[in-house]
């Protein structure tokens, strides 16, 4: 995944899935018999994040509070504006330097629970949200792993994994399934200024790659670093 490599062709590594859709994070988003394209446009300090389909309709959105303290929700928002998820990070404290050399990770949150039982896991106003995956980063690792919360606490599921290619922003992603199948290509639009540009698998739950991807970044993100300093999840450089 080194700067400057090339992007696979989609009808070369995107794989459609046959998960059910009825259990995506959101509902309703993907397309089962043909790819579905999003683009969204980079993080940039507390600037509102908004996916939207090949159509420019904002199927998602997220909105960075500044000063937020650390640890706070990032929420995710559907077309209507209601509250249908959310981004947390795992960690207590705020990351140091060091951090770099320990495994971090975020937690995705969305309206379903993951398993039978499982508790309320955040409120976000009147609406009760559930821990659904978690994305974990590794040291020194571009390549991040998402597992499902299966109960007792842990989470041994592994759902999808997602790769960064180090380079100019907005940064490029490939999102591979469990097996290993392709999931997703993230490259850059056309447009300027240039936004993610997503390819989803047909089939694909598009609200949890969108969600894992950002969750990437995030973890990147929060700790500090000679050139970006402390940004958390409510400030930052660009995607």
Not at 32 to 57: F, L, W
Not at 132 to 137: L, S
Request: proline share 6%.
């Amino acid at each position: 995944m080194g700067c400057g490599a090339s992007l696979p062709k989609p009808d070369d590594f995107l794989v459609p899935s046959s998960e059910d859709g009825a259990q995506h994070l959101v509902p309703g988003l993907s397309k089962r018999d043909e790819r579905m394209v999003v683009r969204m446009n980079p993080r940039k300090g507390g600037k509102p994040i908004i996916a939207e389909d090949s159509q420019g309709k904002a199927i998602l959105s997220f909105q960075f509070e500044q000063g937020a303290a650390f640890g706070s929700p990032i929420l995710m928002r559907d077309s209507n504006d209601a509250v249908v998820g959310a981004l947390k990070t795992a960690q207590r404290v705020q990351p140091t330097a060091l951090s770099g050399w320990e495994e971090t990770s975020f937690y995705i949150y969305g309206l379903c629970p993951a398993y039978d039982s499982q508790q309320v896991g955040l409120k976000a106003g009147s609406v009760d949200l559930y821990r659904i995956a978690k994305v974990t980063r590794k040291p020194f690792s571009t390549t991040v792993t998402v597992v499902r919360e299966d109960g007792g606490g842990t989470q041994t599921k592994l759902l999808m994994t997602c790769s960064n290619k180090i380079g100019f922003y907005p940064l490029r992603y490939i999102c591979r399934a469990a097996n290993g199948t392709g999931l997703a290509i993230v490259g850059r639009s056309k447009e300027r200024p240039k936004r993610h540009e997503f390819t989803i698998a047909p089939g694909a739950d598009v609200a949890m790659v969108v969600c894992v991807t950002l969750a990437h970044k995030l973890l990147d993100d929060e700790i500090p670093s000679n050139n970006t300093g402390a940004a958390g999840a409510s400030g930052g450089p660009s995607m």
